[in-house]
């Protein structure tokens, strides 16, 4: 038989983990020139809204894509983004842009992959 405070200790210990876990790092967008961006990192949650906003005031006229995907509903909103901007879209041959990153790079006014 299991003792009663168990349960109450395990939900405690768990919620007490949860709020001590760093919250997870996702993509940004990082103005490397004038008119130039990298978005770099997997796309998380809160990235498309965050990452649209912040292209609408960058700018950026050209974004290199450096990411392994993530998120597909938050990708769409970063793809929205930069096909509203005419923004150019870069996978250089040295990174990798895979899974919903596709998605960003096909948005862009040209697309290039070099």
Same mark, same amino acid.
């Not at 990235?47 to 050209?62: F, K, M, P, Q, T």
């Given at each position: 038989?299991t003792p009663?405070?168990? *349960?109450? @200790?395990a &939900? @405690?210990l =768990? +919620? @007490?983990l949860?709020?001590?876990a760093? *919250? +997870? %790092?996702?993509?940004?967008l990082?103005r +490397?020139?004038?008119? @130039?961006?990298?978005?770099a990192g997997d796309i998380g949650?809160?990235d498309g809204?965050r990452i649209?906003?912040? &292209? =609408?005031i #960058?700018?950026v006229?050209?974004?290199? /894509?450096?990411?392994g995907?993530g998120?597909?509903?938050e990708?769409i909103?970063?793809?929205?983004?930069?096909?509203?901007?005419g923004?150019? +879209?870069?996978a *250089?041959?040295? %990174? /990798?842009? %895979? #899974? #919903?990153c596709f998605l960003?790079l096909?948005?862009g006014s040209?697309?290039?992959?070099?």
């Amino acid at each position: 038989m299991t003792p009663p405070f168990r *349960p109450a @200790l395990a &939900l @405690l210990l =768990a +919620t @007490l983990l949860a709020i001590a876990a760093p *919250p +997870t %790092a996702g993509a940004e967008l990082t103005r +490397t020139g004038p008119g @130039l961006g990298v978005i770099a990192g997997d796309i998380g949650k809160g990235d498309g809204a965050r990452i649209a906003a912040e &292209l =609408a005031i #960058s700018g950026v006229r050209a974004v290199e /894509l450096r990411s392994g995907g993530g998120y597909v509903a938050e990708a769409i909103a970063i793809a929205e983004a930069i096909r509203a901007a005419g923004i150019v +879209t870069v996978a *250089p041959r040295d %990174a /990798l842009c %895979a #899974s #919903s990153c596709f998605l960003m790079l096909i948005a862009g006014s040209g697309r290039f992959v070099h």
